[in-house]
């Protein structure tokens, strides 16, 4: 069973930079892929980024490549999200997740989420 809490979530202004954390609790953190996801209120759950175990691949949502950039410390049992040049549409609860073997970018493949936390983008 793998516990994660994410953190980092609040409001800025559009054009302002962001980081979120999701430390996981157990002792294999590096066998698990991670994957960070967005829900807005009505909407299915978006892909945004996800890494694998060693954090030596990375795959990225269409709707934030280039601005934004998921790594890992294992060491830490933490994954990060820097978000860069945000958006108003990028307002929306943001959601840890993993999942044990490969990466993947699929949200029905993570088995253990995070409770998420707010972003909100002001224009």
């Known amino acids: 069973q793998v516990q994660l809490v994410e953190s980092g979530g609040g409001l800025v202004q559009a054009g302002d930079s962001l980081r979120l954390s999701c430390t996981a609790s157990?002792?294999?953190?590096?066998?698990?892929?991670m994957g960070w996801f967005r829900q807005a209120p009505g909407k299915e759950r978006e892909f945004v980024g996800s890494?694998?175990?060693?954090?030596?691949?990375?795959y990225y949502g269409d709707s934030v490549k280039g601005r934004f950039t998921i790594s890992r410390d294992n060491a830490k049992n933490t994954v990060y999200l820097q978000m860069n040049s945000l958006k108003p549409e990028d307002t929306t609860v943001y959601y840890c997740a993993a999942k044990r073997g490969i990466v993947s970018v699929t949200p029905t493949r993570f088995d253990y989420w995070g409770q998420g936390t707010q972003v909100t983008v002001s224009s």
């Open positions: 890494i694998s175990g060693s954090g030596g691949t990375t």
């Open positions: 157990g002792r294999t953190f590096s066998s698990y892929a």
